[in-house]
């Protein structure tokens, strides 16, 4: 998707010296592209397939609720510590540019048996690979994997035997 590309913003050196950060915000700017997005985002097997969505902290939540919406099924969310009450599911993981942990809400997690992860960007997969410990340990199947956008160089996708799908490789 041309248009997409256009509205992906790259950040050198953001947030530590060495990293091109990639800006999506820009696509919520572009209403019509962005439904667009997520029409053809919600149209996916890996959607169709799953229970429900379970989307990343932070801009997952933006793509991950409008798929909920657009394809009717639930979402839960994988937050950063701090952020979620009750009794959770924590994992550590190491990114792009860091380290950091995930948890899942125990209640929201055991209610659904397959899951859809959402996410704005694969890059090494280190954040997907600890979602998808967090689901197999608790025994869910994982329908596949929804970005937006995937770094194709640091080749995260090879880490997962589930499908992955990116509307825009960078
Ligand atoms: P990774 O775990 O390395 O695949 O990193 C993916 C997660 O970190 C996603 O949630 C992205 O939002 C964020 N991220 C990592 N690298 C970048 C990048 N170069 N530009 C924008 N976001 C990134």
Redesign the pocket.
């Known amino acids: 998707m041309k248009k997409l590309l256009e509205l992906i913003n790259t950040y050198k050196d953001f947030p530590k010296k060495g990293?091109?950060?990639?800006?999506v915000l820009g696509i919520m700017q572009e209403p019509k592209i962005f439904k667009e997005l997520i029409l053809m985002m919600t149209s996916s097997e890996i959607i169709n397939n799953a229970d429900a969505i379970i989307s990343?902290d932070a801009?997952?939540f933006i793509f991950g609720s409008a798929i909920s919406l657009e394809a009717s099924k639930p979402m839960i969310v994988a937050r950063k510590p701090g952020k979620l009450p009750g009794e959770l599911f924590k994992e550590d993981?190491c990114?792009?540019?860091g380290e950091n942990s995930l948890s899942v809400q125990k209640k929201a997690l055991h209610k659904y048996k397959s899951f859809a992860i959402v996410?704005?960007?694969?890059?090494?997969?280190?954040?997907?690979n600890c979602v998808s410990k967090l689901l197999e340990r608790n025994h869910k199947e994982i329908t596949g994997l929804l970005v937006v956008a995937e770094?194709g160089k640091?080749k995260?996708r090879l880490r997962f035997d589930f499908p992955i799908e990116s509307s825009i490789i960078l």
């Open positions: 990293i091109d950060f990639k800006d990343i801009r997952g993981y990114l792009e540019y996410d704005d960007l694969l890059a090494t997969g280190g954040t997907v770094l640091l995260g």
